[in-house]
T-cell receptor
Framework: EPEVTQTPSHQVTQMGQEVILRCVPI?????FYWYRQILGQKVEFLVS????????KSEIFDDQFSVERPDGSNFTLKIRSTKLEDSAMYFC???FGQGGVQPQHFGDGTRLSIL | AQRVTQPEKLLSVFKGAPVELKCNYS??????LFWYVQYSRQRLQLLLR??SRESIKGFTADLNKGETSFHLKKPFAQEEDSAMYYC?????????FGQGTRLTINP
């Protein structure tokens, strides 16, 4: 069964540095998402991406964050200047469509640790 | 505001006993609800969606609009059911998750 893949599995970065998290969505999917989960808290939506543009974003997704689909397979999340509070598990997800008939499929996540 | 509440952070039952993981939601529109499961060190996996009214691994969940609930049930728990379970509500393009319930099945 096709899967969403994420790299790296664990990223350690100094505060203030830029970090790029990478995702390869399922190949025929059209909608792409990033979520994060701070330790001990809920999984929170960050952003959705469709047709090469952001379709929805949360309050968390401020100017420090950006997403890109640089080619036909990758989907990246960039944090421009990391803060300690960015430490979290970041999940990428993709779906063929929207709604319950086309659910979101998640990757294994990238654990981001900011020092 | 849209919200998903899973009142139990931890739930422990014995093998063979019935399981019910509670989920309540708050949403003014027509809800689309899901249960995701996360086994130890693995990804979030879709377990159930209300729209398909299916039974997966013996689990079922019924949407009760009157009680705004989507509780997950299984009549006889198995040890391999031990995992983290998340209830989620689709709002526009995003999923709104509950806090999750860690289910432990004791032998």
């Amino acid at each position: 069964e096709p899967e969403v893949t994420q790299t790296p599995s664990h990223q350690v970065t100094q505060m203030g540095q830029e970090v790029i998290l990478r995702c390869v969505p399922i190949s025929n999917h059209l909608y792409f998402y990033w979520y994060r989960q701070i330790l001990g808290q809920k999984v929170e939506f960050l952003v959705s991406f469709y047709n090469n543009e952001i379709s929805e974003k949360s309050e968390i997704f401020d100017d420090q964050f950006s997403v890109e689909r640089p080619d036909g397979s990758n989907f990246t999340l960039k944090i421009r200047s990391t803060k300690l509070e960015d430490s979290a598990m970041y999940f990428c997800a993709s779906s063929f469509g929207q709604g319950g008939v086309q659910p979101q499929h998640f990757g294994d996540g990238t654990r981001l640790s900011i020092l | 505001a849209q919200r998903v509440t899973q009142p139990e952070k931890l739930l422990s039952v014995f093998k063979g006993a019935p399981v019910e993981l509670k989920c309540n939601y708050s949403y003014s529109g027509s809800p689309e609800l899901f249960w995701y499961v996360q086994y130890s060190r693995q990804r979030l996996q879709l377990l159930l969606r209300h729209i398909s009214r299916e039974s997966i691994k013996g689990f079922t969940a019924d949407l009760n609009k009157g009680e705004t609930s989507f509780h997950l049930k299984k009549p006889f728990a198995q040890e391999e059911d031990s995992a983290m379970y998340y209830c989620a509500l689709r709002v526009a393009q995003k999923l709104v998750f509950g806090q999750g319930t860690r289910l432990t099945i004791n032998p």
